[in-house]
């Protein structure tokens, strides 16, 4: 079954995609074979990414505004899709994250509601059926609807040592897979905090670049103990138990005000509060990965690139190895579209996105895994490829490229 994922996330840089050629092992029909036709990125229309931009946390939008993104995102979407397919072929399903708007996590660590925008109908008008609304089958059940790479996580490197598995993106979140550690053997995941996204939005606020690239401005700053004291302790998400998620609408450009007051942030320079920034969001990180008895961290997402914040956060989990997904024949800059068509190639035949821990309940905290999506259009069900074998839990993915270079799991 070949499956074109799309993501896009809170950074709102690209549009991810991934076209994935999946079959099942004929040696062990519980392994995915997970072919690598394409990955890469499209880009914004820049009035739709300026559209988006400004109607993000703490600024109001009104439901007008939300639906005439709704279809801006759609579009945005489907001309995406149709250039890669145009280039590489087909597909049978087009599985689309769409762009996040809102994810109302309350102040008691439950999550409320969560909507993604992208009308799948446009995408759909290309002639492929799109699995879209990924995360609301989940929250639906009691679940946090976040973070979804678990899934990936655990079938790539589930069968090694205890890894914890990182992405930093606007948020950051992770995932501890593998035997041993202090999980009991169930996976361990959520969002750790901010990762881009205070950094990004102060930086925007300052210059109106979308980021410090190769954290520039922030090497020329230092870090304010008194500023990240102050960042750390008057916030209770850092003390809640996984599964725990959490999004823009939280950690958005006002936060910092918020917590500090006009006269605490205008008494920092911009440098020194990208310093400060970058600190928190390693430190913050290395809190929630260290107990977990991780034997090591294997990292994607643009904020690893952040040469500064990776320094940082490899000092702080010192001994602890900070690896590449690629290092791992892992697609790190695809990783997430890479989900997006796995969790495609999952709804469509049935079998839950989500992951099930020893007491039933799934990873994301719902009562118990369920399958995930909506199809448009709704018979698409009639033309998707299935064979017997595609009913089979999958127990393991084993990821290729089409190209000479090998990109396998374990």
């Known amino acids: 079954m070949r499956v074109l994922g799309m993501m896009s996330g809170t950074s709102l840089d690209a549009i991810d ?95 409320a509601s969560t909507l993604q925008i992208g009308d799948a109908s446009r995408i759909a008008a290309a002639g492929v059926p799109v699995l879209y609304d990924l995360r ?60 881009n996204a205070l950094l990004d939005a102060a930086v925007h606020a300052a210059t109106g670049e979308a980021a410090d690239h190769d954290a520039a401005l922030a090497r020329q700053g230092s870090v304010s103990a008194e500023v990240l004291a102050a960042l750390l302790e008057n916030e209770p998400f850092y003390a809640r138990p996984f599964p725990r998620s959490t999004g823009r609408e939280h950690f958005d450009g006002d936060y910092v005000r918020r917590l500090l007051g006009d006269s605490g942030l205008d008494a920092l320079a911009l440098p020194d509060l990208l310093a400060t920034l970058v ?24 904020g690893i690139r952040n040469p500064l914040l990776r320094e940082r956060l490899s000092a702080h989990l010192a001994p602890l190895p900070l690896l590449d997904a690629d290092a791992l024949g892992i697609p790190a800059d695809g990783k997430e579209a890479l989900l997006i068509a796995l969790l495609g190639y999952h709804s469509a035949h049935g079998l839950p996105g989500t992951l099930a821990l020893a007491d039933g309940a799934a990873h994301t905290g719902a009562r118990a ?6 199809l448009t259009p709704p018979h698409a069900p009639r033309t998707l490829p299935h064979t017997p074998q595609d009913a089979l839990p999958v127990r393991r993915l084993r990821v290729s490229s089409r190209t000479s270079l090998e990109l396998t799991g374990p």
């Open 369 to 374: 895994p369920v399958v995930l999506g909506s």
């Open 136 to 195: 609301a089958a989940d929250v639906a059940a009691g679940g946090q609807g976040a973070p979804l790479a678990p899934l990936l996580d655990q079938l790539l490197l589930g069968h090694e040592e205890p890894t914890a598995v990182l992405n930093i993106g606007g948020i950051a979140n992770l995932t501890l897979v593998g035997a041993g550690g202090k999980s009991g053997g169930d996976v361990i995941a959520g969002d750790t905090g901010p990762g």
């Open 279 to 302: 600190e928190l969001t390693a430190e913050t990180i290395a809190r929630a990965i260290t107990p977990l008895g991780a034997h090591r961290v294997v990292a994607s997402g643009g």
């Open 17 to 111: 995609v991934a076209l994935v050629d999946f079959t099942r092992s004929t040696d062990d029909p519980t392994v995915l074979e997970a072919r690598l036709l394409h990955i890469g990125e499209e880009p914004w229309p820049v009035p739709t990414r300026e559209a988006l931009r400004a109607v993000l946390p703490p600024a109001p939008a009104d439901v007008a505004t939300w639906n005439r993104l709704h279809a801006a995102v759609g579009d945005a979407f489907a001309a995406a899709a149709s250039r890669v397919l145009a280039e590489h072929g087909g597909a049978d399903l087009i599985a689309s994250h769409g762009q996040t708007l809102h994810h109302d996590a309350r102040d008691d660590g439950t999550v």
